[in-house]
C-alpha cells in the first residue's frame, strides 16, 4: 500500500523510535501528526521534514496519560487532519530496573499510566473513526518484553505482555471492520530508553549499550513502515526485530573494548 498522502499519527515523536518513525513516514509522503510531551523537540523535528520532505506536519504537545486531553485533542481535530489512516502507538517508557519488592509504586505507575493506558486513551479517541470509515491501520510498538519477561524487569515486562494482549485483542473485537491491527516488537535499541528507566543517570544508560550492537531507531522505524505498506488483504500481526546480536531479552553478545 502506498503512503502517500496518507494521514499518520505517532505518540511519543520528539525521541528515539519515534522520530526515527516520523521522518520515514514523512519521506514516503505521508502528513505527519506528531506528538509528545516536549515541544520544542516536536517543532525542531516538523520543521526538518517540512523541509526536507515537503509534506504537511502538524505537531501538538500531548500527554498520552491525559484522558481528557486526548479525547479533547482528537474531537476537534480539523477536516483535513480528521480522517487518520494509520496510528502509531509508540509513546512509552521504563522507569527503574529493581526486583519487585523494592521497586518504586510511583515508577510502576507511570509505566502502567503511560505504555498501558496512555496507548489505550488514544487508541480508543482515534479507532472509531477507522471503523466508520471503513478503513486504517494501529501500530503498536510492543517489545521483545512482551514476550518473555527479565530480571527486575517486572512491571515494565508486564506493561509489555498487556500491549502485546491488546494487540491480539483488537484484532479480534476489529475483524471484518477493514481496520487492521499490528505490533512491532524490538529487542534493545540505542535511544533515550535507558536514560529515562535510570532516571537521568547516563552513565548507567550508556553501559547498556558498550560492546554491544543495539538496534537503532531507524531500523524500528523500517519495520513500522513495512508493516504499514503491505497490500490491504495482508497483516502483520506481530514483528519481533532483534539485534543480531541478541537473543534474548538478556542474552547478549558483547564484544570485549
Ligand atoms: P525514547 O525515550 O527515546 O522515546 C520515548 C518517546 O515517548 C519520547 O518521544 C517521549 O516524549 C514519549 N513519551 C513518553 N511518555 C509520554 C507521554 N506520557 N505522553 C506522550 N509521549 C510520551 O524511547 P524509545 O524510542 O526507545 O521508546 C519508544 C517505544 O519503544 C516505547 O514504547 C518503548 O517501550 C518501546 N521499546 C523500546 C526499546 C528500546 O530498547 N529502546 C525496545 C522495545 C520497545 P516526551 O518525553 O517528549 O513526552
Ligand atoms: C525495551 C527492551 O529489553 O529493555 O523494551 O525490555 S528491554
Request: a neutral charge; glycine letters at 4%.
Given at each position: 500500500m502506498k503512503i502517500e498522502g496518507k494521514t499518520v499519527v505517532i505518540t511519543g515523536?520528539?525521541?528515539?523510535i519515534g522520530r526515527a518513525c516520523g521522518k520515514a513516514f514523512a519521506a514516503e509522503g505521508a502528513r505527519c501528526l506528531l506528538l509528545a510531551r516536549r515541544g520544542e523537540r516536536l517543532a525542531e523535528l516538523a520543521a526538518e521534514i517540512r523541509e526536507r520532505h515537503g509534506v504537511e506536519v502538524l505537531d501538538t504537545v500531548l500527554d498520552v496519560r491525559d484522558r481528557r486531553a486526548v479525547e479533547s485533542f482528537f474531537g476537534t481535530l480539523d477536516g483535513g487532519w480528521a480522517a487518520i489512516d494509520i496510528l502509531v502507538n509508540n509513546a512509552g517508557l521504563a522507569r527503574g530496573l529493581a526486583p519487585i519488592h523494592e521497586g518504586d509504586p510511583c515508577d510502576w505507575d507511570e509505566m502502567i499510566d503511560t505504555n498501558v493506558r496512555g496507548l489505550l486513551n488514544v487508541t480508543r479517541a482515534v479507532l472509531p473513526g477507522m471503523v466508520r470509515r471503513g478503513a486504517g491501520h494501529v501500530i503498536n510498538i510492543g517489545s521483545i518484553a512482551g514476550h518473555e519477561v527479565y530480571p527486575s524487569g517486572n512491571v515494565y515486562c508486564a506493561t509489555k505482555h498487556a500491549v502485546a494482549a491488546l494487540t491480539r485483542a483488537m484484532g479480534i473485537d476489529l475483524l471484518g471492520t477493514g481496520v487492521r491491527v499490528s505490533s512491532v516488537d524490538p529487542g534493545?535499541?540505542?535511544?533515550?530508553f535507558s536514560a529515562v528507566r535510570f532516571h537521568g543517570d547516563e552513565a548507567r544508560a550508556r553501559a547498556v549499550y558498550e560492546g554491544f550492537a543495539a538496534l537503532r531507531p531507524e531500523d524500528v522505524a523500517e519495520a513500522v513502515l513495512f508493516c504499514a505498506t503491505?497490500?490491504?488483504?495482508?497483516?502483520?500481526?506481530e514483528l519481533i526485530l532483534m539485534p543480531?546480536?541478541?537473543?534474548?531479552?538478556?542474552h547478549l553478545h558483547r564484544e570485549a573494548r
Open positions: 515523536a520528539s525521541a528515539g534493545m535499541v540505542e535511544t533515550e503491505r497490500p490491504p488483504h495482508a497483516n502483520v500481526r543480531s546480536a541478541q537473543a534474548a531479552a538478556v
